[in-house]
């Protein structure tokens, strides 16, 4: 099977750290087919030698790298290095590359909370590299555009934080809901969990049920409050529900606020709010987005309801975990630090059914 | 194979009408080996002549009944009538078998909500006897076993009412949460769209995907209201949003309320007001019940959250809705009315995995 | 969102017959990236006036057709239609087209079996067109590749005759197994029983749940037994039994052959059967090809396996039935007709997980 | 919740070493609801002091054992013994209890396979009482009733031996097959692979995907070799290829063999083979048996086909690995091992849907 055709133009030299699992591979699909974007290196200290297409078959014919050993000096060599490792890698490893000039995309935790000790307090280790975590820009592109295209190092936003957060900001922004009581019910397929050996998400545990996790208290909640709080200009107070379903990808939010008595029609709300935006769908009124209508694409579906006219607005977001959700998100993010139109190599139609 | 053994005791000859649905075969499942229980007659006027294992062969060698036209006299024979038909048919033929002395359990929803008017704005269609509304007794054994003892008629609530119910009746009847603020996130599996032929419930649709739906208003909105609302003793405002998840079986319910000051072990409200009951299960502090731990069994699993100790109180309640979500409750209330122990013939364990 | 950039190239004007079922979709969220590609008309008796993108949420933002009563001079408008109907429906159309020199390609079974009486005894209707049963070429491109660049009218092979054939194909052209007693053991996703509304394809009967189905006789044995027969150059005696497993999209096709004394290296055997072809992927000696492995990709994977070093070898093959198994190799034949490269527009890479 | 009512008989006192697997989940279901058995003592090595029911929350309520440290003299004080233990554990430690009286049924494969040098080639250890095995009973009760009855070691068969076993014994017994050309094409659900973290059976890996494994070989080949040549009366050619389906539970076996020119009435081979036996139920010609009509049963369903009327058999035969390929069957081989009727405890009805 043949290479995509090369373009007549400059390419990007990728870099990626931790390539092997899901948001890994996910990496792999999209920037192989990306027309920008030669991959250059793909690191891994466990899988060292081995193909990627021999781990990820679907990559055969496409992909022809084999995993290496950690190698800052190759690394330092590509124009941006993905980090897709477990949390408390990219805060140790990403200030020499940055030092060297080389952009870097964490897809991990580790510069997503301006808040230092509460980050340590979320994720129970103390943080390597404060520094970086103040420099370091979000990159939720629909409300931090700017910052990320002169970003030298991005805090890609996690899964439930992307959907939770493209649902409640034009709410929040435009100051028509109680801050002080927002309720953020979210689904979330298995491949969020990562890909791990771990019993609770065998098929055989996982399919044919259905459970809450989580409950008092989830690594995204810091993340998410401090996003929203920063678009309503105080401190929101969020409850925070994650759940498992039985499917591979996609994330559903189910958000609620109590509306605050001002008049707002929230259809154009939505709309005006992500005119233009590429990858945010607002659906008409009425509507109740499907996980799979994105499934392998970059795109945020959003609905917004007000149920039998009262006084509690309900917005369904619904995005592909792996894509918009990270991988894509990342890409795009990407795109917008080197100046490339926002769409490329990040425009596939999603797989339905 | 054989029968299961015939107990040395009078048996409750029972009647099916419309047994064609998956509350049909859940019912022949449990009755087929209910100890006390003959069956006598079960009824499709499309299937009439199939035998009824011939559609479903779990039932094979375990019921020879084939399925007949309807026949009120061989109805009338029966001690106890079972509806198991679309909503509108048991309004139209309760009242002659009962005018016969035969007792009736109505799983679908001709006889659940008390206001007539109410119900026919949901339902669609007028009602047909209003006057058997009135008598008809609620059949959630927790919050109305004595009236269920003595009733002749009984309005078997819906699967989400009951797994809602269940959950919030404690907080509610405690009066510690604001009643007008109650947010219900549902979620179920596809069994409970019936097995009726359509497109958006086809494995190819509904699988590796999630969706809410009727978000603007679902019928059972009002069933859960009046009980709720009986229950606080004052109107509930209550937002309920279903969604449909891809799995067989199963219900859990995420129940959202604030707070109201008043300080309450919530954990020991919960299992004092569940104790002794054989079919609600209190789980330790910090569960989160899975739905497949109820997988055919007549157990609704509860747990309650504060999380973050902050004001808002989250309840996990799950079933399995063709069980305790239709006709395992059923079947409690047949029992019930017939004075037989309540767990007879619905004590079967959970199928996990 | 924005459309896929427009080439400066001209473009094939595109029609197609029926596409509101699974083949349809599939064939749009194709041609609606494919970069030589205009879609010019999709026609739905049933659905006229509704949006394709309010059908196929996926396709929101990229496809704005609405689908539009069949109309034969918009069609003949086309440089190519494609039908996906019910089979029946292109014998009766698709002369009309050819003669206003259309081409065309049927996803149906109409002229897939040139033993008209043979069809009609499969498919239970009078065939309405034999004479083009005779001119259209079965569009297997890697096996008549030549005929199908100079067809006006293409047969596109049916999703198991695909993944058999190719599978079985290379032994049989060598004539190093037993032809008279071939076993196909295939099983399939849902999807390929097609976007119809029926109770055994409900995910509440299919899911968790495994079975064989037609195995006295599939409409897919002729037009299989067709093709080897060509290739061994004598009548095959097969045996095909499908079975249906509870996933969405995939075949899999097990295949046994009796070996017949002759020496011969099965893994170079289809190496080099395959060697250049961009879509058939031979895999390592020892491999098992995965469906997901090829999940929304035009790809074959095949891997050939001798048990025990015993006389019977044992080929695995795998594709996505709606794409290498329909819309994807549709669109190669179309490629080749048209003389694009053959990989244009159906170069996706598979979505795993 | 209750515990089963006790009966006013003797009751079997029952122990369980290694119970923290699908088989011992499964067992514990099974035998908590078993009027004849006390639960005295389940082992884990590793969980002991979990109460099971914190572990599998379906038993909450049903069984109030905790795990305790593998303790011979507890286990001593049992009349049975079932070990779920991983293979090798039981081959080691079943010599000391049959000393003292105590029966033993290994639901593992360490006494399945008589040759014992062909044992330790596929198992990759060396035997650890090889004189055990001359004794072990095999636990096919459909062809080895009276031995078990007597036995005090049985070898509880694997899954896909049970399924592939009970479909082509008919045939072989009868001697209407050639017995060297055996195809056994198995399709299992993902809790055939047990209760290990393990990458490859993770939802996010299996849901929606299919492939075969151990195509070169599996260990479940020699035990279907030995028990089909003992009752074909000569060494039998088999090949056998297992596939991993995304289900939970369930085995179908699709089984082909070539008949010999006897003229058989193979409808009426089947039952009489299997007239009386309580758990194979042979299906009306023509059918099709679904894994999920003995989901939870003890039951195998079984069809026979000749497809087109050639001189192929196709012979489909269904079972729940957990239960009749696992747990239903010990429990079967307890029954007949202490007298009591065969069915008692194991006579549930599978659920569906």
Redesign the interface.
């Known amino acids: 099977?043949?290479q995509?055709p090369a373009l007549n133009q400059t390419r990007i030299k990728v870099g990626i750290v931790g390539g092997t699992g899901?948001t890994g591979?996910e990496l792999l699909?999209l920037l192989?087919?990306h027309p920008q974007v030669e991959l250059g290196i793909i690191t891994s200290r466990g899988d060292a030698g081995t193909p990627v297409a021999a781990m990820?078959?679907?990559?055969?014919?496409?992909v022809d790298l084999a995993f290496t050993a950690p190698d800052t000096a190759a690394l330092a060599a590509c124009d941006v290095v993905f980090f897709a490792t477990p949390n408390g890698i990219a805060m140790k490893e990403a200030a020499e590359l940055l030092d060297k000039g080389v952009r870097v995309i964490d897809l991990a935790a580790d510069f997503r909370i301006k808040d230092v000790p509460e980050w340590e307090r979320w994720y129970g280790m103390p943080h390597a590299s404060p520094a970086l975590v103040a420099a370091a820009v979000y990159g939720l592109p629909e409300f931090n555009r700017e910052a990320i295209r002169g970003a030298r190092l991005v805090a890609n936003p996690g899964c439930y934080p992307t959907a939770v957060q493209l649902g409640f900001m034009p709410l929040l922004r435009a100051g028509v809901v109680d801050a002080a009581?927002l309720?953020a019910?979210c689904?979330s397929?298995?491949?969020g969990?990562g890909?791990?050996?771990?019993?609770h998400?065998?098929?055989?545990?996982?399919?044919?049920?259905?459970?809450?996790?989580a409950?008092?208290?989830h690594r995204h909640?810091p993340e998410i409050r401090q996003g929203l709080s920063a678009v309503a200009g105080k401190a929101v107070?969020l409850?925070?529900?994650p759940?498992l379903?039985?499917?591979?990808?996609?994330i559903?939010a189910?958000l609620?606020a109590?509306l605050t008595g001002t008049s707002v029609d929230l259809q154009v709300l939505y709309e005006r709010t992500y005119a233009g935006e590429?990858?945010v769908?607002v659906?008409p009124a009425?509507s109740?987005?499907?996980?799979?209508?994105?499934?392998?694409?970059n795109?945020c579906?959003i609905a917004v309801?007000r149920?039998?006219g009262?006084d509690?607005v309900?917005v369904?977001s619904?995005i592909d975990n792996?894509v918009k959700g990270a991988a894509g998100q990342a890409i795009h993010n990407m795109n917008l630090m080197f100046g490339l139109p926002e769409?490329t190599g990040i425009?596939?139609?999603?797989?339905?059914?």
Chains 1, 2, 3, 4 share one sequence.
């Open positions: 099977m043949t995509h899901y591979v699909r192989a087919a990820f078959p679907n990559l055969r014919g496409r009581s309720v019910d689904k397929g298995v491949s969990a890909r791990k050996a771990e019993v998400t065998l098929l055989a545990e996982a399919a044919d049920n259905f459970k809450a996790y409950v008092p208290g909640l107070g409850t925070f529900v759940h379903t039985p499917m591979i990808r996609g559903h189910t609620y109590r590429p990858f769908d659906m009425g109740h987005p499907e996980t799979r209508s994105v499934r392998g694409a795109t579906r309801h149920p039998q009262g509690t309900v369904l619904a792996l769409t425009d596939g139609i999603a797989l339905l059914p």
